[in-house]
């Protein structure tokens, strides 16, 4: 019998699952799973720090809706992980994390890097444990694959040991699991499902928030026919973005506060009532509205407000049970009314945008950043938020027309996230427009893998809103308390050196007319780019103008 060892049995289970792609940082504990990767045709993507190695796995998760896959080394090398893989975790989102470790026949006798990693990543894992042998190895990534993909995806890890990677098995004691997790969809409860027909049958003006859950289960299709039969106004956030076209005649992006304020029945698709709702105050619902809440996560209904129906399931099959449902009740929406209505008032909101929009100010008003990047990005683009203040002007003014092409670190809040997710999202969509938009303070934590980018040939632009500060800090509490500590940074720096002294396109931005024809440079080099844009820092989302809420009077 032939042996085979175990950084190959790795590999072959990998490719088992498609794998095309495993993210790193390279370690002694874990070379030879390079070894067994290269030979076995995936590639291996290597970068300067662990947490972006766990970002990337997370994005490639994000943008294909595959679990992605990291390898980090033993140690500093996890702990260095745990950020990335909280951050999978809290989305959630599907990624496999592979740990090295000192060998078990030298564990507590002060191995270099020996810890218990398994049981330290317990807490923000779907399942942590230590693979004991080679032969193991293909059945423990199947159950690895199995927890990150069943159910309501998530993080996984699997602790393999120096001797474990480099140990052996005969080829043909080696159990390779070939059907070992369901792709079956986990439809709602009938009787709930006829509950909330009900409710709809009787609401006259129905309001949709659809979230993540909807590009989980690939259910984009089903929610467009869904609010166009119900006729209803419809507001996309986190990794829902992008579920409707951004032309879509449903589809709100300001308006959201007046349609909570004026719906009768707001229906949450994939999307909890946490600090984005306000937590379901009064505030956030003063009419008290009939709650429906359609979520894969039965632990998230009913979070902090009381409900009126509430199922569990996979988004797209319960929609589509709705919907059949509703069908066969004949049931006919109240109208255009409502929808235009709400429209009409998302339009306006929009159009108290126009004249920041076009500010020829110096410093750049961060409002002018983001409309031209608007006007520069392709229809398939797909655009990174990583950073506080210009993620929240970005988000507010993008358009994204497509699901998975908004990424953002989501609950978490997790500040570095983006240099991962924008690396995977350019591997997965070569030749296609990637663009991250961070802050200052974003890029100063991983932005230093864009030398990663020149070496591995990804094509992305990156754009720094630099304001000199941690500026969604810096203007609060400045208007709290009339002083900012430890909130500001240098706006002298120029990001864009970095870039130019690591082999891509770095340039500087001072003038607004200058931003179009900077991106177009940067878009059309075929290089890693990063743009330096010196933006206001006196300019706070917060406090920018537009439609204030007292001349809304809502």
């Known amino acids: 019998m032939a042996e085979i060892n175990g950084s190959a049995l790795f590999a072959k289970a990998l490719k088992r699952e498609g794998v095309e792609y495993v993210f790193t940082l390279n370690g002694g504990h874990i070379y030879p799973l390079y070894e067994g990767c290269e030979d076995a045709g995936i590639k291996v993507i290597d970068f300067r720090h662990e947490q972006v190695a766990a970002h990337a796995a997370e994005g490639w998760a994000k943008v294909t809706g595959k679990p992605g896959v990291c390898i980090i080394t033993a140690g500093p090398g996890v702990t260095d992980a745990v950020t990335g893989i909280a951050n999978a975790f809290q989305a959630p989102s599907p990624?496999?994390?592979?740990?090295?470790?000192?060998?078990?026949?030298?564990?507590?006798?002060?191995?270099?890097?020996?810890?218990?990693?398994?049981?330290?990543?317990?807490?923000?894992?779907?399942?942590?444990?230590?693979?004991?042998?080679?032969?193991?190895?293909?059945?423990?990534?199947?159950?690895?694959?199995?927890?990150?993909?069943?159910?309501?995806?998530?993080?996984?890890?699997?602790?393999?040991?120096?001797?474990?990677?480099?140990?052996?098995?005969?080829?043909?004691?080696?159990?390779?699991?070939?059907?070992?997790?369901?792709?079956?969809?986990?439809?709602?409860?009938?009787?709930?499902?006829?509950?909330?027909?009900?409710?709809?049958?009787?609401?006259?003006?129905?309001?949709?928030?659809?979230?993540?859950?909807?590009?989980?289960?690939?259910?984009?299709?089903?929610?467009?026919?869904?609010?166009?039969?119900?006729?209803?106004?419809?507001?996309?956030?986190?990794?829902?973005?992008?579920?409707?076209?951004?032309?879509?005649?449903?589809?709100?992006?300001?308006?959201?506060?007046?349609?909570?304020?004026?719906?009768?029945?707001?229906?949450?698709?994939?999307?909890?009532?946490?600090?984005?709702?306000?937590?379901?105050?009064?505030?956030?619902?003063?009419?008290?509205?009939?709650?429906?809440?359609?979520?894969?996560?039965?632990?998230?209904?009913?979070?902090?407000?009381?409900?009126?129906?509430?199922?569990?399931?996979?988004?797209?099959?319960?929609?589509?049970?709705?919907?059949?449902?509703?069908?066969?009740?004949?049931?006919?929406?109240?109208?255009?009314?409502?929808?235009?209505?709400?429209?009409?008032?998302?339009?306006?909101?929009?159009?108290?945008?126009?004249?920041?929009?076009?500010?020829?100010?110096?410093?750049?008003?961060?409002?002018?950043?983001?409309?031209?990047?608007?006007?520069?990005?392709?229809?398939?683009a797909t655009v990174i938020g990583d950073g506080g203040d210009i993620v929240t002007f970005a988000a507010r003014v993008l358009k994204i027309n497509k699901p998975g092409h908004w990424l953002d670190p989501g609950q978490f809040g997790c500040l570095g996230a983006g240099s991962g997710f924008a690396a995977a999202a350019q591997l997965a969509r070569p030749g296609k427009q990637v663009a991250i938009v961070y802050g200052d303070g974003g890029f100063g934590l991983t932005g230093f893998d864009v030398e990663s980018y020149v070496r591995h040939g990804l094509p992305i632009v990156s754009i720094v809103g630099n304001n000199g500060a941690w500026n969604q800090t810096t203007q609060g509490v400045l208007k709290r308390t009339g002083r900012a500590i430890g909130t500001y940074l240098n706006q002298e720096v120029d990001y864009a050196k970095i870039m130019d002294a690591m082999g891509g396109y770095g340039e500087r931005v001072t003038d607004p007319d200058e931003i179009k024809p900077a991106l177009d440079r940067a878009f059309t080099s075929g290089k890693a780019a990063v743009l330096d844009v010196v933006i206001d820092q006196e300019v706070g989302y917060g406090m920018m103008g537009g439609r204030s809420r007292q001349s809304r009077q809502y």
């Open 95 to 380: 990624m496999v994390t592979i740990g090295g470790n000192a060998a078990i026949g030298d564990h507590l006798k002060g191995g270099l890097q020996d810890f218990d990693s398994a049981t330290f990543l317990k807490p923000i894992t779907k399942f942590s444990e230590q693979v004991k042998s080679a032969a193991r190895i293909p059945d423990y990534v199947s159950i690895a694959f199995r927890h990150a993909t069943t159910g309501v995806p998530g993080p996984v890890y699997l602790e393999m040991p120096i001797d474990v990677v480099g140990g052996k098995a005969e080829e043909d004691d080696v159990h390779y699991p070939q059907e070992y997790r369901t792709e079956s969809r986990a439809y709602g409860d009938p009787e709930y499902v006829s509950k909330i027909a009900d409710i709809i049958m009787n609401t006259e003006r129905p309001m949709v928030l659809a979230g993540s859950d909807v590009w989980w289960t690939q259910a984009s299709e089903e929610l467009a026919e869904f609010t166009e039969l119900i006729d209803s106004p419809i507001f996309l956030n986190a990794m829902g973005r992008g579920s409707l076209p951004s032309g879509h005649p449903n589809l709100g992006s300001l308006g959201r506060r007046y349609g909570l304020v004026k719906s009768d029945t707001v229906i949450l698709i994939g999307t909890p009532i946490d600090f984005r709702l306000g937590y379901g105050t009064d505030y956030m619902f003063p009419q008290n509205p009939r709650l429906i809440e359609i979520m894969m996560d039965g632990s998230k209904i009913g979070q902090n407000r009381d409900i009126t129906a509430g199922i569990v399931g996979d988004t797209k099959a319960i929609l589509r049970q709705i919907i059949d449902e509703l069908k066969i009740r004949a049931y006919k929406s109240p109208g255009r009314g409502w929808v235009e209505e709400v429209m009409t008032e998302d339009a306006a909101l929009k159009a108290a945008d126009t004249d920041m929009l076009n500010s020829d100010a110096t410093p750049i008003h961060p409002m002018r950043l983001v409309g031209d990047l608007a006007d520069v990005l392709d229809e398939d």
